[in-house]
């Protein structure tokens, strides 16, 4: 039974690869794996631009490097539970994915690994991951949210550069590095970070947001003012024109510029958006 497919098997990118069998490959649009396989080689299926469907056997442990490069027709990816790293460039430039499942049990995203996946517009990464590499979701132009979970410990340099509709990002109080540029050119982020962290320092230094009162976080973003933080720091005196309604309700102003999803009960933070003329 066959166990592993080699590097380069399927590649429209392997090297002296005649031009009539780069161009059958590039047309193959599915492709079934059997159970037997425990390894794909890197770069196995780079630039077979036609592909739209592949399961990835349970028994893969590791997307290695460049496996899917290039693949700009393959919709979202069913990882397995079992797999432990995602490669460098391992989905790089896969256009036609709009959302991405990172299965728990996953502990690095490698370099570029998600990189140029134009139409990915949400993921959600699970508290197992340590380390997101450099330039991980760079240029995924229609990302506008990011979940990262507590136990991320590294954000690599431009990990979410150019990333020009991504809203939202909470950074855990697990980071204790994030690289160069991890945000360039993300004009309209909202940065959450918790009082005292290092992501609270990191977004300081780089003039990402200002803080007020403990762990509130504000900024000016589009003519609304982004608060965030746990409810209990809010008071009259701190933000006069702002009543309590509740314990467990948002704070309202006169003139709300924009409705906010539920609280999280776990963490009791969430965006709320004010019109300056309220304040």
């Known amino acids: 039974s066959v166990s592993e ?3 380069y098997a399927f590649s429209t990118e392997k090297p002296r690869r005649k031009r009539d069998a780069r161009e059958r490959l590039e047309k193959i649009s599915s492709v079934l794996l059997p159970d037997t396989i425990t390894r794909i080689g890197e770069y196995a299926f780079s630039g077979c631009k036609g592909l739209r ?6 028994m893969v442990r590791v997307i290695e490097r460049g496996v899917f490069r290039g693949c700009e027709s ?4 069913l990882i397995p539970e079992g797999v432990t790293a995602i490669g460098d460039s391992a989905f790089e430039d896969c256009f036609s994915f709009e959302s991405l499942t990172v299965p728990k049990g996953i502990c690095s995203i490698g370099v570029s690994a998600f990189s140029g996946c134009l139409l990915l517009s949400k993921i959600d990464l699970p508290n197992t ?3 997101i590499g ?3 979701f760079s240029g995924d132009v229609n990302l506008t949210e990011a979940r990262l979970q507590e136990g991320i410990t590294s954000i690599g340099a431009y990990a979410f550069a150019f990333d020009k509709k991504l809203a939202k990002i909470t950074v855990p109080k697990s980071v204790t590095a994030i690289g160069d540029s991890a945000f360039l050119e993300c004009e309209n ?3 959450s970070v918790y009082g005292g962290s290092y992501a609270e320092q990191y977004a300081k230094e780089n003039g990402i947001l200002g803080t007020t009162k403990e762990n509130w976080i504000m900024k000016m973003h589009e003519g609304n003012l982004v608060l965030t933080g746990p409810l209990s720091i809010a008071s009259r005196e701190a933000f006069p024109n702002v009543a309590t309604v509740s314990p ?3 704070l309202l102003c006169a003139h709300v510029s924009q409705s906010v999803s539920s609280i999280s009960t776990a963490l009791q933070e969430e965006f709320i958006m004010y019109s300056p003329s309220s304040l």
Do not use: G, H
């Open 248 to 250: 467990k309700e948002f």
């Open 129 to 131: 991951v340590l380390d």
């Open 189 to 191: 982020l909202t940065l």
């Open 5 to 7: 497919i080699t590097a």
């Open 74 to 77: 393959l919709r979202e990816p």
């Open 134 to 136: 450099d330039f991980s």
């Open 53 to 58: 469907e592949v399961n990835l056997p349970t």
